[in-house]
């Protein structure tokens, strides 16, 4: 990924920095404050905090590095752009996801298929999507690329609620609280969220793949 924020399009006039009373230095809350008043180096400590995150989440939505690292730039660009509009009762990662998926719907319009996901799903089901073969035979790692690939395929076919509700709860293992916080709804109506998703690609699989999908 790129280690340095590309924020050119952007005039940036630096002010003084100020900071919350009661607020740790470091919190992104006390970071966002300063970035609001002009710091530019507490909105690029926030890059450098939170890149990652959005860089894996932006990887389900383009499953090609350059792609994603071009997501990264625009969600941190918009979100600088957008700071006056962040509301502190929502936790910035969540804000930073939100942008990510609604520039990933925009970007959907505009281009064919660009999600590839592997998953991990919570009962273990899907676990051997994201542990790598402890597998020496390469049949075995021949099939497990095939399963992966019948997975990915599924996923692709789902509908972006889903998706989301994938990528957040199994391989982000993010906590119910936040997925509720993502969707705006309550913790019960994110777990059925979760639940739906699930049954949605399993029921993918069975439909394009047959009762046991070569399980």
């Not at 909105?43 to 989440?57: K, Q």
């Amino acid at each position: 990924m790129r280690d340095t924020l590309r924020l050119d399009l952007v005039p940036v006039k630096i002010k003084n920095s100020t900071n919350s009373i009661g607020l740790p230095m470091d919190s992104d809350q006390a970071l966002v404050e300063r970035a609001r008043g002009g710091d530019f180096s507490a909105f690029e400590t926030l890059f450098e905090r939170h890149r990652e995150l959005v860089y894996r989440f932006a990887y389900q939505m383009a499953p090609r590095r350059d792609d994603a690292e071009d997501i990264v730039q625009e969600v941190f660009l918009r979100a600088f752009k957008n700071l006056h509009r962040y509301r502190d009762e929502a936790k910035f990662t969540t804000w930073l996801l939100r942008i990510a998926t609604n520039y990933g719907t925009d970007r959907a319009r505009m281009h064919t298929r660009r999600n590839t996901l592997e998953q991990q799903e919570a009962d273990g089901a899907l676990r051997w999507m994201t542990e790598g073969s402890q597998m020496d035979d390469p049949l075995t790692n021949l099939e497990q690329e095939r399963r992966k690939q019948i997975v990915r395929n599924a996923i692709n076919a789902l509908p972006d609620q889903h998706k989301n509700a994938i990528v957040m709860r199994d391989l982000e293992e993010m906590d119910y609280e936040d997925i509720a916080e993502f969707f705006e709804c309550t913790v019960g109506a994110a777990k059925l969220r979760v639940l739906r998703a699930r049954r949605a690609l399993r029921d993918e699989i069975v439909r394009t793949h047959g009762v046991d999908g070569g399980f």
